[in-house]
């Protein structure tokens, strides 16, 4: 059972446009959510968060977005540089488990 | 400095083998996990220590043994290698338990299992 996932296994975008990462979640119970990114060969390096009780967070070119009724939440990139081409993980925690769930991650490239 | 470092980042080993992953983390954390991504590209809890304290251990073969010997320290101990433990092997460790609203967890840079 997959609790978080992310559709979309790849996505490209332009240099100097915004790129937008994608999240859905099935547990109602998940308080915290999130992204880490992850070059190759490399571990996940932890991004940005949001708690339940926020529906946006950001931190310079990142935003964060969470929609609860829809159970979804969105990571905006704005705007988009090479540099920023990895796998993005999104990830949520909460409920009777308590553990970290990742999605299964979205491969985005900029290009120049 | 490396936060969270983890020997071997490579290592390739016969069927039957027993292996070992070395971890330690300089954050003054107080939680060490090990994660396995596996071939799917999921990341999936194994195991988490709190102050060399067993906390979450996933339904794992007991083939697989963690050891901490101090708050420092988490390593991975892998007994008569399958080929389905291919993976990569990421140790994190973060300053409080999962579950904590704002509680980061940082990841090692992996260790790239190969069982041939």
């Known amino acids: 059972d997959q609790q978080v996932k992310q559709n979309s296994p790849s996505l490209s975008v332009q240099e100097g446009r915004i790129s937008i990462l994608n999240c859905d979640y099935t547990n109602s119970m998940f308080d915290y959510f999130l992204w880490y990114k992850k070059y190759p060969a490399e571990g996940p390096t932890f991004l940005i968060s949001?708690?339940?009780?926020?529906d946006k967070n950001e931190d310079g070119r990142f935003t964060v977005f969470l929609n609860k009724s829809a159970k979804h939440l969105s990571l905006h990139i704005v705007p988009s540089q090479p540099g920023d081409s990895a796998v993005y993980f999104c990830a949520a925690v909460g409920g009777a488990t308590n553990k970290l769930i990742f999605g299964t991650g979205t491969l985005l490239a900029v290009q120049p | 400095d490396t936060a969270v470092s983890q020997t071997p980042k490579y290592l390739v080993t016969q069927m039957g083998n027993d292996k070992s992953i070395k971890c330690e983390q300089n954050l003054g954390h107080d939680t060490m996990y090990w994660y396995k991504q596996d071939s799917k590209k999921f990341l999936k809890i194994m195991f988490s220590?709190?102050?060399?304290?067993?906390?979450i251990n996933e339904t794992v073969p007991n083939r697989f043994s963690p050891k901490s010997p101090d708050k420092a320290h988490l390593n991975l101990h892998i007994n008569s290698l399958e080929l389905g433990d291919s993976a990569v092997y990421f140790c994190a460790s973060s300053q409080r338990r999962q579950g904590i609203v704002g509680n980061t967890i940082y990841f090692g840079e992996g260790s790239w299992l190969t069982v041939v």
């Open positions: 220590y709190n102050n060399k304290e067993l906390i």
């Open positions: 949001i708690s339940s009780i926020k």
